[in-house]
């Protein structure tokens, strides 16, 4: 088992850029795809990832000391320190049950395959860690290995449903045709963003803004442009964070480049990605007709969208005031604030089709839930991290990550759990 675990965590230390070529040149020698189309393919979808990550990653440091200017001018102070994605996700990784989980999931995935319960065929490994995650949140509850295996294989069926109820629309709003999104800590969300954006079409002059980029362009000329909204927020930005005027201008432009540039390296990743889907789909169809398979990839994809980097971007100063003044929250969301900001934008925005306005409303509405979620997993997550090889800075108690409040399936069957273990 650790021979898997230990290829996996090789693999994925890796970066995307490198494993998804990996993967799909691997999938693609299993399907028997044309060698010259899996070779360009795999290449130009390393390229791919490598554009929307060097774009997402360099714009996060860019705005990121304007966060940490916010924080320190507003004077924001929590008692949970927030300590990244990737401690948590190395955390999971080190979970002893890990390997288990990922073979468990292999086996639902075929199996649902299989019985037509699902058209996702996941094949973005490293997503893997968010059923762990949920696996081990149940084993320190439970200290059963079979409930915490069982745990995360429900957490991974459900995704691979949800990721088959949303791909329509992420074809038709992202525009990625055979491509579906199973990630955990995404698509969970994907419900509630449906549900509210129904709300928002009911209330009364709510229902009548529509702010989508081309409404905005098409009444206010080139102001509408990704270009220049992107310009705009990223200024607004800077002068929310005290910042001196020449770094008001860096985040300013550094915004405006992201919005135009990340839908860029997106069209790139997408030459390689539906040669490779569609040669995928054929092939599967023929041995299993009237199927509608869909590729399941990082649901990290989804943030390349103007509507969506435009809503997270806006929500950054507004999640650090919600972390201030939310009763019941305890962390401070700072590690991953513009990145968590624009991940949890995207459905909001895709069921708003695009409409900014509405994705900021629900994704307010879910980064209280988040941050929530968060703060009552600290505990448990603690524990986790501990476990994994963390150390804690003298005088604090807690840990958590913004991310893991991302994880809105696995918290449920967690709390579910834990109210049966509570009854009987």
């Excluded at 955390?91 to 699902?118: C, D, E, Q, R, S």
Aim: with cysteine.
């Amino acid at each position: 088992m650790q021979y898997v675990i230990n290829a996996l965590n090789w693999i994925s230390q890796l970066g995307p850029m490198v494993m998804m070529p990996i993967i799909i040149f691997i999938l693609g020698l299993i399907f028997r795809v044309k060698f010259a189309t899996l070779i360009k393919s795999s290449l130009t979808i390393g390229v791919g990832f490598a554009g929307v990550t060097i774009v997402i990653n360099w714009f996060v440091a860019q705005v990121g000391p304007s966060v940490h200017s916010m924080v320190s001018h507003w004077g924001i102070q929590t008692s949970i320190m927030d300590v990244g994605w990737p401690a948590r996700a190395a955390a999971t990784w080190a979970f002893p049950l890990a390997a288990v989980v990922v073979f468990i999931v292999l086996g639902i995935n075929a199996l649902m395959l299989i019985t037509k319960m699902t058209n996702t065929v996941m094949v973005d490994f490293w997503s893997y860690n968010h059923y762990i995650f949920t696996g081990a949140l149940v084993w320190y509850l439970t200290k059963s290995a079979g409930i915490s295996l069982l745990a995360a294989a429900l957490d991974a069926a459900i995704s691979f449903k949800l990721a088959d109820w949303t791909a329509p629309l992420a074809q038709k709003y992202f525009g990625l045709e055979g491509i579906s999104f199973p990630t955990a800590n995404s698509v969970g969300w994907a419900p509630i963003a449906w549900l509210l954006n129904k709300l928002w079409s009911v209330i009364p002059g709510i229902k009548n803004i529509d702010a989508r980029p081309e409404k905005i362009q098409k009444k206010f000329g080139f102001v509408g442009e990704p270009l220049f909204m992107g310009f705009v927020i990223g200024v607004l930005i800077g002068i929310l964070a005290e910042d001196k005027v020449g770094n008001i201008l860096i985040v300013g432009m550094s915004t405006a480049a992201t919005m135009v540039l990340t839908p860029k390296m997106m069209q790139i990743l997408m030459e390689g990605l539906i040669p490779f889907a569609n040669s995928i789909k054929e092939l599967l169809n023929k041995k299993f007709p009237g199927n509608k398979f869909t590729i399941g990839v990082d649901a990290a994809l989804t943030v390349a969208d103007s509507s969506v980097i435009a809503c997270g971007i806006i929500m950054v100063p507004i999640t650090l005031i919600l972390a201030a003044i939310l009763p019941g929250n305890k962390l401070l969301p700072i590690s991953d604030i513009a990145y968590q900001a624009m991940w949890l934008s995207a459905w909001p925005v895709a069921f708003g089709k695009g409409n900014i306005f509405r994705g900021l409303l629900s994704t307010f509405v879910i980064t209280c839930c988040v941050l929530l979620i968060a703060t009552n997993l600290a505990p448990i997550h603690t524990q986790l991290a501990l476990a994994g090889g963390f150390k804690l800075a003298q005088g604090m108690h807690y840990i958590s990550t913004e991310d893991a409040g991302t994880h809105i399936i696995g918290f449920l069957i967690y709390k579910v759990i834990a109210l049966i273990k509570a009854i009987f």
